[in-house]
Nanobody, 122 residues
């Protein structure tokens, strides 16, 4: 299974970005998908997740109401729409998949993309 993330960039505070992750290999609908992020000097943290069926979603408190995760099982892709971005959202964002359609803890995601940089200027 390979994950390819894209869509990062530089944006001013209050702006929006949309990240996409394309997954190849495996049966996409069998995998829960999630986005994580890691800022310099910080641990990797969970941002948002979505179950295999696309119904169940979960968000970190810091992004609730601003970020939306979605998936298209026909296209093997998962997106993260990020609105009202803040400087503290600056990080490398990673998509990840889990060999289970249910969401799980961070240490139970088996496949990871290469990361895409998001920088929010104040």
């Amino acid at each position: 299974v390979q994950l390819q993330a894209s869509g990062g960039g530089l944006v001013q505070a209050g702006g929006s970005l949309r990240l996409s992750c394309l997954v190849s290999g495996g049966t996409f609908s069998f995998y829960a998908m999630a986005w994580f992020r890691q800022a310099p000097g910080e641990d990797r943290e969970f941002v948002a997740g979505i179950g295999g069926g696309g119904v169940t979603t979960r968000y970190a408190d810091s992004v609730k109401g601003r970020f939306t995760i979605s998936r298209d099982n026909a296209k093997n892709s998962v997106d993260l729409q990020m609105n009202n971005l803040k400087p503290e959202d600056t990080a490398v964002y990673y998509c990840a998949s889990r060999r289970n359609p249910l969401l799980g803890p961070i240490n139970d995601y088996h496949y990871w993309g290469q990361g895409t940089q998001v920088t929010v200027s104040s």
